[in-house]
């Protein structure tokens, strides 16, 4: 019943911003944590940062923190504001919601984005 639908990848250089987006629908009591997570092509999913609904706690991956900002506001949606992109931040970008557990472990996170492609060239 929930749905989550993200937005906002594509092709940057190195040094430039994206900015996702992640509508979530579904159930009206589902003000649940959000996180974001990316692949790479042959790697595992990677946990990239996590939010609780009313932005009162916000946890980064060491490898994006001070450039990536999660975010959210009053309309269902959390955006990840991608600054001083690297190549090495290139693969999809998934938008999950509700963990149990270890949020920075992607089995621990019960429903899941079609992903966006974010690809940083050098």
């Known amino acids: 019943q929930v749905q989550l639908v993200e937005s906002g990848g594509g092709l940057v250089q190195a040094g430039g911003s994206l900015r996702l987006s992640c509508a979530a629908s579904?159930?009206?009591?589902?003000?649940?944590?959000m996180g974001w997570f990316r692949q790479a092509p042959g790697k595992e999913r990677e946990f990239v940062c996590a939010?609780?609904?009313?932005?009162?706690?916000t946890f980064y991956a060491d490898s994006v923190k001070g450039r990536f900002t999660i975010s959210t506001d009053d309309a269902n949606t959390v955006s990840l504001q991608m600054n001083t992109l690297k190549p090495e931040d290139t693969a999809v970008y998934y938008c999950a919601a509700d963990p149990e557990g270890d949020y920075t472990d992607y089995v621990a996170w019960g429903y899941w984005g079609q992903g966006t492609q974010v690809t940083v060239s050098s």
């Open positions: 579904g159930p009206s009591f589902s003000n649940f944590p």
């Open positions: 939010i609780t609904w009313s932005g009162s706690s």
